[in-house]
């Protein structure tokens, strides 16, 4: 995606990222639930400079019909990058990549949703991204979580997400875009707080396996952090803007 | 090759119930891989191959090196290409036409896997800076399903690397000349090998065979390099892991990882 500088540095003596956060910071983040009239339920996002729209369908009627599922609910996810979300315009045909984040988004998102009490019917997530800047597929499920509750289907928990990693051979928090072009490893990770578990989770880079176990752990922690975020977005809508 | 039917249900019971018991279905222990046959230079036709035998999982992998143009960002480095596909001789179950989903995912991960690892030293395929590097395509076809197709592919394109064997280009009027019967070793620098692991219930499983695979709630699957390092991992199915958990499945990768490290090093010596 462009952008790269072979001579920035990602991380000064003070402990400083090429963004100016510190290993352990989070980059900005902004979620709204609702916004889209039509949809069932939605959400925006902005973590740093990702800018996300998702949009929820349903329980509805399944088409084509013979995905239907007579024992369950099916749950259907599209991830979608804009052509002007990232430096060169992107194709806007959906790429091996999106296919990919699709499936392992909707496989996040499946543990959390109680799709059996919804038989026969599908229950559509549009994830649209507006703006890339590295971590979008947490970003995108983190919003994704928020439109669902949103859309009022049942949930045993919300999934929060943000990516470890590791660059200068130091265990951080949220890596961004520069941070995964020039970085050591990305890990995303995905992960119901209330349910401690993980359900999104890839790797690349090289990591020891004690650096694989923090990055497990910082992963973890930074979606606890999310996930007061999630819920705020949830009351603010809900509840008003004020204190409980 | 995910549709529930009644049948697959009694078998996701049967297995459970022995995991249980502390039993497999084929009698392996939980961390036990299947029986993996790796014969190399299966396409002699092809720069470097390896067909490989995970149980009765059956894959070929072949490798083709040939000059290309350098990605636009990248004139230094040479192009390391690897592809997973399903033929439709392999199951009943599948189709011809367009990849799905699926099977994106596979070579996406398989790929994954190899390139995290920085196996192939891809700078020194140059040839001309910026002009003509050397790509390398490792394409790999299932041809026979068993399950866990992702280790399956895995040792497939990494056999064959390991007994790839190199042209030689020189620039010559601004186009690369083929050298003759100069063939080298493609620059290797890691072993990378995938570790993939079903969770079944509450049951942790390696290398799930078929029915085990229609029966799992969710897998992992870890690629490990020589030094013991964990460089790619990706979480699949509907369901999630626990903390502990992913540390558990980080430590199985590593041990079972350099067991079938040895194996894909006794492929490499045979082939000499």
Redesign the interface.
Known sequence: MGGRDATMVLLDENGIRCDGRKVDEPRRIMIRAGGLKNADGSAYIEFGDNKILVGVFGPRDVHPKHMSDTDTGILRVRYHMEPFSVGERKNPAPSRREIEISKVIKEALEPAVMLDKFPRTAVDVFIEVLQADGGTRCAALTAASVALADAGIPMRDMVAAIAAGKVADTVILDVNNEEDQAGQADMPIGYMPSLKKITLLQLDGVLTPEEYKKCVDVGVKGCELVYELQKKALHDKYFGKGDD | MTS?SVIDQLKRTQILELLEQGKRVDGRAFDEAREIKIETNAIPKANGSARVFLGDTEVICGVKIQPDRPFP?TGDKGLFICTAELLPLSHPTVETGPPQ??V??L??VVD?GI????MVDVSQLVIEKDKSVIGVFADNVVVDYDGNLFDACSYATTAALLTSKTPKWNWTDDSPVLAEGEETPLPITTIPVSVTMGKIGTYIIVDPNGDEWESMD?R?T?TT?SD????????????????DE??QC??IS?KVGAKIREKLKEAQKDSQ
Request: charged share 25%.
């Open positions: 529930t960002d989903p699926p994106i995912e070579a996406r994954r390139r995290e690892s920085h969710a992992v870890i390099d013991g390092n964990i460089c790619a991992l990706q979480k699949g199915g509907s369901d999630g892991f626990t903390q992913i540390n980080g430590e590593v």
